[in-house]
């Protein structure tokens, strides 16, 4: 069968397609859904680059964003189809091109990429003034068709109409006209009150396709003469090849082809269960010379040691030494987080179709302009000689958002090593994906409080040390006096009124484990530490910990909002049924701001006699300005959690010797349905512009069910993930 | 050899080694994409499919040990794609990226055939798919939808 993939940039794709045919494995509803989009585009109204409206009055919105499960494609298609008077089953949605002067991220300059929870936040005002847009000039081509004064014509549900002569049009019918029409300068936007989808249940529009299993996703390219490739890796990183002996890997039915690249060698078959025993089958001898060698104890030592001297400062109140000079009481802690895998499901992938003078990759692709510029750079192309194609991607989590495009240029790599005589999907396995490293890196922390003689909170210190994910590549302008902003967000701008504070940090540049943004990044760590730590302060203020928080979040109303809003609808200071049989039970508290969303969770916990932890439900308050979609916040959210909780509970990546200890879900197991706890989202009334949700709902999960933990055994758990065994009845 | 398969009600053939997964056969040789690829160790369950009415984790089990069975995979759910349970999956909005989703399905499915009101803990006893997005909750609230339950049944 031949058809296009349907999620991906169509119109680069129809600029290749003469010297590409696809034959793709499509099951008949997704050809037809193609075939529309054909249609549609016989006589196209196409008033800016977001939207095209089809004849057969199909509009299609075009997402600069990727979409990896957090509701983008939905959310942004709700924002054109509101101001356009759309009805909702009109829209169809397909994936933008690379292109950082039409669809870049507004909150980055020039760059086309998502991350940072920034979709919905940047294209707020952009993709509303797309729809409006169109819709005014739908609008003028109706009014010169009927004769009539624009201002007397309604749209509604996609039908423009003049009530007093009673005619109607579609906006298919009204299209090639509309079309003709100068593009308004300036729009008018709608009053919020008259929204009818923003704030409304728009369903997904990506939901009928991933429940019949026929959603586009890497994994599930297949091009014509097409060749898988399995990559056998070095065991440690910085390690390379020193001879391989590719005669068995040949041997094998399917393989096709051995070559070495920069990252290992890889082995090229015409299936990839051919390609996995082709790999297997294959001798490589390593060369460690320059690796990495340290295990991760190797590492929290030296972190332990660092943290004994002054790092680089983050921020300074007053006089915080000073404020420890003399006070009643000092607390102190000192917390340890591992390193941490994505663990997409949809394991790393890549497909590359490698020309003379193009190269077309199909991805799910996260940082559009930055992997065109790799990969055009390792070419030798123009970026526009490399035509990107956003596929859905299997999850992300941070992970294809890679600032090395490590695995894209490792695809383009095998590809160039065959000369481009065949399209190459690259395949990484569970064990690749999982081993490969760009890791939430690890961090220390060491924090210590001054209480004054009435209790009073009057001094913080806040040590922090780990690796910077922005030191050494492209955004390494970013890391200011030595301070990259992701390793301390969230700790730097602690919202407590506290008169004395210093945040500091080191971020040592010799521990060769690559490692990135990891949802909701440097939140991941400062919300535990910080979270739990005030909970400690409070209890030995001997205030309730909700009660102690308020009276420091005088100068942060949204913050405040939230933890009363979870507070009451968690039914805090009431009590909570007891355990059974001598099960230990509490609650806990957290509240903490990223990417400009507000969220405040309340835990109940059960700490078994075993020591075991069971998180029975958690209630979430959330003030993400207006909830452009609430079912997907709350979606989110719930998923925030799972994710949150999979790395308390029992999510570490090791290392021993430099090689990674974990290999695949048996010893890096995200949580179960089983393990999930009952999640209850409470979301603020707001007329502020809309934030970010994909990550937010992640930070305050680990610091609230250690908080209950702590409030039900009395013990305070300073590492993750967390130890079992210190609960023990 | 050629393995002579019965795959949503119709005949194919695969000419892998016997030792192939079922998985490989499925997407490499014959294009039915919709069953996914996430661990190749029977630990996430997104390859999950059905023989004769059972779940099987098609990623660890070999091409050669399929024989007549009958294998049914999502895109067979329902013939007109309207399953209890796809219906149910869109009104929960259950899929976030969507990768795992097909696994859930069939799952759900072969478990609702068997315990047509599952309780909570039956759900947890069968429903052992990883979902890295963590719509569990949802997943939990479309199985009861699906089999005529209150969410807050059998709690």
Same mark, same amino acid.
């Given at each position: 069968?031949?058809?296009?993939?349907?999620?991906?940039?169509?119109?680069?794709?129809?600029?290749g397609a003469?010297?590409?045919t696809l034959?793709?494995?499509?099951?008949?509803?997704?050809?037809?859904?193609?075939?529309?989009?054909?249609?549609?585009?016989?006589?196209?109204?196409?008033?800016?680059?977001?939207?095209?409206?089809?004849?057969?009055g199909t509009?299609? $919105?075009?997402?600069?964003?990727?979409?990896?499960?957090?509701?983008?494609?939905?959310?942004?298609?709700?924002?054109?189809?509101?101001?356009l008077?759309?009805?909702?089953?009109?829209?169809?949605?397909?994936?933008a091109?690379?292109?950082?002067?039409?669809?870049n991220?507004?909150?980055?300059?020039?760059?086309?990429g998502?991350?940072?929870?920034?979709?919905?936040?940047n294209?707020?005002?952009q993709?509303?003034?797309a729809?409006?847009?169109?819709?005014?000039?739908?609008?003028?081509?109706a009014?010169?068709?009927?004769?009539?004064?624009?201002?007397?014509?309604t749209?509604?549900?996609?039908?423009?109409?003049?009530?007093?002569?009673?005619?109607?049009?579609?906006f298919?019918?009204?299209?090639?006209?509309?079309?003709?029409?100068?593009?308004?300068?300036?729009?008018?936007l709608?009053?919020?009150?008259?929204?009818?989808l923003?704030g409304?249940? +728009?369903?997904?529009k990506?939901?009928?396709?991933?429940?019949?299993g026929?959603?586009?996703?890497?994994?599930?390219?297949?091009?014509p003469?097409?060749?898988?490739?399995?990559v056998?890796?070095?065991?440690r990183?910085?390690?390379?090849?020193?001879s391989?002996?590719?005669?068995a890997?040949?041997?094998?039915?399917?393989?096709?082809?051995v070559?070495?690249?920069?990252?290992? =060698?890889? =082995?090229?078959?015409?299936?990839t269960?051919?390609?996995?025993?082709g790999?297997d089958?294959?001798? =490589?001898?390593?060369?460690?010379?320059?690796?990495?060698?340290?295990?991760t104890?190797?590492i929290?030592?030296?972190y332990?040691?660092?943290? *004994?001297s002054?790092?680089?400062?983050?921020?300074?109140?007053?006089?915080?030494?000073?404020a420890?000079?003399?006070?009643?009481r000092?607390?102190r802690?000192?917390?340890?987080?591992p390193?941490?895998?994505?663990?997409?499901?949809?394991?790393?992938?890549?497909?590359?179709?490698?020309? *003379?003078?193009?190269?077309d990759?199909w991805n799910?692709?996260?940082?559009?302009?930055?992997?065109?510029?790799?990969?055009?750079?390792?070419?030798?192309?123009?970026?526009?000689q =490399?035509?990107?194609n956003?596929l859905?991607?299997?999850?992300?989590?941070?992970?294809?958002?890679? *600032?090395?495009?490590?695995?894209?240029l490792?695809a383009?790599?095998?590809?160039?090593?065959?000369?481009g *005589?065949?399209?190459?999907?690259l395949?990484?396995?569970?064990?690749?994906?999982?081993?490969a490293g760009?890791?939430?890196?690890?961090?220390?922390?060491?924090?210590?409080?001054?209480?004054?003689?009435q209790?009073?909170?009057?001094?913080?210190?806040?040590?922090?040390?780990?690796?910077?994910?922005l030191a050494?590549?492209?955004?390494?302008g970013?890391?200011?006096?030595?301070?990259?902003? $992701?390793?301390?967000?969230?700790?730097?701008n602690?919202?407590?009124?506290?008169?004395n504070?210093?945040?500091?940090?080191?971020?040592?540049?010799?521990?060769?484990?690559?490692?990135?943004?990891?949802?909701?990044?440097?939140? %991941?760590?400062?919300a535990? /530490? %910080?979270?739990?730590?005030?909970?400690e302060v +409070?209890?030995?203020?001997?205030?309730d910990?909700?009660a102690?928080?308020?009276?420091?979040?005088?100068h942060?109303?949204r913050h405040?909002?939230?933890?009363?809003?979870?507070?009451?609808?968690a039914?805090?200071?009431t009590?909570?049924a007891?355990?059974?049989?001598?099960?230990r039970?509490?609650?806990g508290?957290?509240v903490?701001?990223?990417?400009?969303t507000?969220?405040?969770?309340?835990?109940?916990? %059960?700490?078994?006699l075993?020591?075991?932890?069971?998180?029975?439900r958690?209630?979430?308050?959330?003030?993400?300005?207006?909830?452009?979609?609430p079912?997907?916040?709350?979606?989110?959210?719930?998923?925030g959690?799972?994710?949150a909780?999979?790395?308390?509970?029992q999510?570490a990546i090791?290392l021993?010797?430099?090689?990674?200890?974990? /290999?695949?879900?048996?010893d890096?197991a995200?949580?179960?349905?089983n393990?999930?706890?009952?999640?209850?989202v409470?979301?603020?009334?707001?007329a502020?512009?809309? %934030?970010?949700v994909?990550?937010?709902? $992640?930070p305050?999960?680990?610091?609230?069910v250690?908080n209950?933990?702590a409030?039900?055994?009395?013990k305070y758990l300073?590492?993750?993930?967390?130890?079992?065994d210190?609960?023990?009845? | 050899?050629t393995?002579?398969?019965?795959?949503?009600g119709?005949?194919?053939?695969?000419?892998v080694?016997?030792?192939?997964?079922?998985?490989?056969?499925?997407?490499?040789?014959?294009?039915?994409?919709?069953?996914?690829?996430g661990c190749g160790a029977?630990?996430?369950?997104?390859?999950?499919v059905?023989i004769?009415?059972?779940?099987?984790?098609?990623?660890v089990?070999?091409?050669?040990?399929?024989g007549k069975g #009958?294998?049914r995979?999502i895109?067979?759910?329902?013939?007109?794609?309207?399953?209890?349970?796809?219906?149910?999956?869109?009104?929960e909005?259950?899929?976030?990226?969507?990768?795992?989703?097909?696994?859930?399905l069939?799952?759900? &499915? &072969?478990?609702? #055939?068997s315990?047509?009101?599952?309780?909570?803990?039956?759900?947890?006893a069968?429903?052992?798919?990883?979902?890295?997005?963590?719509?569990?909750?949802?997943v939990?609230?479309?199985?009861?939808? &699906?089999?005529?339950?209150?969410?807050e049944d059998?709690?």
């Open positions: 069968m031949n058809a296009r993939i349907e999620n991906a940039s169509r119109r680069n794709f129809l600029q003469a010297s590409l034959a793709l494995y499509l099951p008949g509803a997704v050809a037809s859904a193609a075939n529309a989009a054909t249609a549609s585009a016989a006589a196209p109204f196409e008033p800016n680059a977001f939207l095209r409206i089809g004849a057969d509009v299609t $919105v075009i997402s600069k964003h990727l979409e990896m499960g957090q509701g983008t494609y939905t959310g942004l298609a709700t924002l054109v189809a509101e101001e008077d759309a009805a909702w089953a009109q829209v169809r949605i397909e994936g091109p690379a292109d950082a002067k039409r669809y991220n507004l909150q980055w300059g020039p760059v086309q998502t991350g940072g929870s920034t979709a919905m936040a294209s707020w005002d993709l509303r003034q729809g409006a847009s169109a819709r005014a000039m739908l609008v003028a081509a009014a010169q068709q009927w004769q009539v004064p624009a201002d007397s014509i749209v509604s549900e996609g039908v423009v109409t003049h009530a007093p002569s009673q005619r109607k049009a579609t298919g019918q009204l299209a090639q006209a509309a079309a003709a029409l100068p593009v308004p300068a300036s729009v008018q709608k009053d919020p009150k008259d929204f009818k923003i409304k249940r +728009a369903p997904r990506d939901t009928a396709a991933k429940i019949r026929q959603a586009r996703f890497t994994q599930d390219v297949h091009l003469g097409m060749l898988t490739a399995v056998a890796h070095p065991p990183f910085g390690g390379k090849v020193k391989f002996d590719a005669k890997a040949l041997a094998v039915k399917g393989v096709v082809n070559a070495a690249i920069p990252s290992g =060698v890889a =082995v090229l078959a015409k299936d269960w051919s390609a996995k025993k790999r089958a294959l001798q =490589v001898e390593w060369d460690d010379t320059n690796a990495f060698k340290l295990g104890d190797d929290f030592a030296r332990h040691e660092l943290a *004994k002054p790092g680089a400062v983050a921020r300074k109140e007053g006089d915080a030494n000073a420890f000079a003399a006070p009643a000092v607390l802690a000192a917390y340890d987080f390193y941490l895998a994505h663990a997409a499901m949809e394991p790393m992938n890549c497909v590359v179709h490698l020309q *003379k003078d193009r190269c990759i799910g692709e996260q940082f559009q302009t930055i992997d065109q510029a790799k990969v055009a750079g390792l070419l030798g192309l123009k970026p526009e =490399v035509n990107l956003m859905y991607a299997g999850g992300s989590f941070g992970r294809r958002a890679s *600032k090395d495009a490590d695995y894209i490792e383009v790599q095998v590809a160039k090593a065959i000369d *005589k065949a399209p190459v999907k395949v990484w396995l569970r064990e690749d994906d999982m081993k760009y890791y939430r890196p690890a961090f220390h922390h060491a924090l210590e409080a001054a209480l004054d003689a209790g009073k909170l009057i001094g913080w210190r806040h040590r922090l040390v780990g690796q910077s994910i050494n590549t492209a955004f390494a970013m890391i200011k006096d030595g301070i990259d902003f $992701v390793s301390v967000e969230g700790a730097a602690l919202p407590y009124a506290i008169p504070m210093l945040v500091d940090l080191h971020s040592p540049q010799d521990i060769g484990v690559p490692v990135l943004w990891w949802r909701s990044v440097g939140s %991941t760590h400062t535990y /530490s %910080t979270e739990t730590f005030i909970d +409070a209890a030995a203020a001997g205030q910990p909700v102690f928080r308020l009276a420091l979040l005088e942060h109303p405040a909002a939230v933890l009363k809003l979870a507070a009451e609808k039914g805090w200071g009590p909570l007891k355990g059974a049989n001598g099960e039970r509490a609650r508290v957290a903490h701001e990223s990417f400009k507000y969220v405040a969770q309340v835990a109940e916990v %059960t700490v078994k075993d020591g075991s932890v069971v998180v029975d958690i209630v979430c308050a959330v003030d993400c300005g207006i909830a452009i979609n079912d997907n916040v709350r979606s989110q959210i719930e998923g959690v799972g994710f909780l999979s790395a308390a509970l999510g090791t021993k010797d430099g090689v990674v200890e974990q /290999s695949n879900f048996h890096y995200p949580l179960r349905i393990q999930m706890p009952k999640v209850d409470h979301i603020m009334p707001s502020e512009k809309p %934030t970010g994909g990550e937010p709902g $992640v305050p999960v680990a610091p609230a250690a209950a933990i409030a039900a055994t009395g300073r590492n993750l993930p967390f130890s079992t210190a609960l023990k009845a | 050899m393995y002579q398969l019965n795959i949503n119709a005949a194919h053939k695969a000419d080694e016997g030792e192939t997964p079922l998985l490989w056969v499925l997407r490499d040789t014959l294009g039915l994409t919709g069953t996914k690829y029977g630990a996430c369950g997104a390859c999950t059905h004769d009415g059972n779940v099987v984790r098609s990623c089990m070999p091409v050669s040990a399929v #009958k294998v995979t895109e067979a759910l329902s013939p007109d794609r309207k399953h209890a349970l796809q219906q149910a999956w869109i009104a909005q259950v899929p976030q990226c969507g990768y795992c989703q097909s696994g859930m069939m799952a759900a &499915a &072969a478990l609702l #055939k315990t047509p009101k599952p309780t909570d803990a039956q759900i947890d069968a429903m052992t798919n990883l979902c890295r997005c963590g719509t569990y909750p949802r939990r609230r479309a199985i009861k939808r &699906a089999a005529g339950m209150k969410a059998a709690a």
